[in-house]
């Protein structure tokens, strides 16, 4: 009987693997004049209150400068994000990093122009 429970905790947990993924791409834009950064995080998943992205990182030039956290994602396919940089300037790296709340995570950089 033991062995029955432990074999299907495991294929429980695998199975919440095979629906659990990281983001699938971050498209990421930032406006030099009026330094907003937009970026969208693709994600597609079947409910949005239970499967979403539940933190992004921003950076700038290799440093965390801002956590933004959710409690859901914004549609069943992305999660959108804008944040004021008023420091980033041309040149810099700006990296947008988004994390799914069962499993997985995907960063995306762009340079400042």
Same mark, same amino acid.
């Given at each position: 009987? =033991?062995? /029955?429970?432990?074999i299907l905790c495991g294929l429980l947990?695998?199975?919440?693997?095979? $629906?659990?993924? +990281? +983001?699938?791409?971050? =498209?990421?834009? $930032?406006? +030099? &004049?009026? =330094?907003?950064?937009?970026?969208v995080i693709e994600h597609r998943v079947? !409910?949005?209150?239970?499967? %979403?992205?539940?933190?992004?990182? /921003?950076?700038? !030039?290799?440093?965390?400068?801002?956590m933004l956290p959710f409690k859901k994602?914004?549609? @069943?396919?992305?999660?959108?994000?804008?944040?004021? /940089? +008023?420091? &980033?300037?041309?040149?810099?790296?700006? @990296?947008?990093?988004? %994390?799914? !709340?069962? @499993?997985?995570?995907? =960063?995306?950089?762009?340079?400042? &122009?």
């Amino acid at each position: 009987m =033991k062995k /029955i429970v432990l074999i299907l905790c495991g294929l429980l947990v695998a199975s919440t693997q095979v $629906f659990a993924h +990281p +983001p699938s791409d971050i =498209k990421i834009q $930032f406006d +030099p &004049a009026t =330094k907003l950064l937009t970026a969208v995080i693709e994600h597609r998943v079947s !409910n949005p209150n239970s499967h %979403y992205i539940k933190k992004v990182d /921003i950076g700038l !030039n290799g440093k965390e400068i801002k956590m933004l956290p959710f409690k859901k994602q914004g549609t @069943s396919t992305k999660q959108t994000i804008t944040a004021l /940089i +008023p420091e &980033a300037k041309r040149g810099d790296t700006l @990296s947008v990093e988004g %994390y799914c !709340n069962l @499993s997985g995570k995907l =960063k995306k950089e762009i340079k400042v &122009a």
